[in-house]
């Protein structure tokens, strides 16, 4: 079982910044990608970036530029660096983890997600 830990939301004006984090533990296969996707009331979860487990990023069209996603050298933590935010970021951030078994068995977790709110 894999556990996802976040931290990092809250309220912050348009044009500032955040810092997301999301630490897993438990039994994490190599072959895996961490991401964050968000949710805005009334609407479905949307990707907003992810990362392989070798350092490969992925953006959505709508952050690219303003968001950066990275991991640490243990690879059990991600981060997404948000500047430039945006009324339209505001949304309950949740942090995904996809791996692979041994024998290419995908599994999904999430985490408890975190609110984001972009407001004067």
């Known amino acids: 079982q894999v556990q996802l830990v976040e931290s990092g939301g809250g309220l912050v004006q348009p044009g500032g910044s955040l810092r997301l984090s999301c630490a897993a533990s438990?039994?994490?296969?190599?072959?895996?990608?961490m991401g964050w996707y968000r949710q805005a009331p009334g609407k479905q979860r949307d990707l907003v970036a992810t990362i392989t487990s070798d350092g490969s990023p992925n953006y959505a069209d709508s952050v690219k530029g303003r968001f950066t996603i990275s991991r640490d050298g243990a690879k059990t933590t991600v981060y997404l660096q948000m500047n430039s935010l945006k009324p339209e970021d505001t949304a309950v951030y949740y942090c995904?983890?996809?791996?692979?078994?041994?024998?290419?068995?995908?599994?999904?977790?999430w985490g408890q997600g975190t609110q984001v709110t972009v407001s004067s």
């Open positions: 438990g039994i994490i296969w190599s072959t895996n990608t």
């Open positions: 995904n983890l996809r791996h692979w078994s041994p024998r290419r068995v995908p599994s999904d977790y």
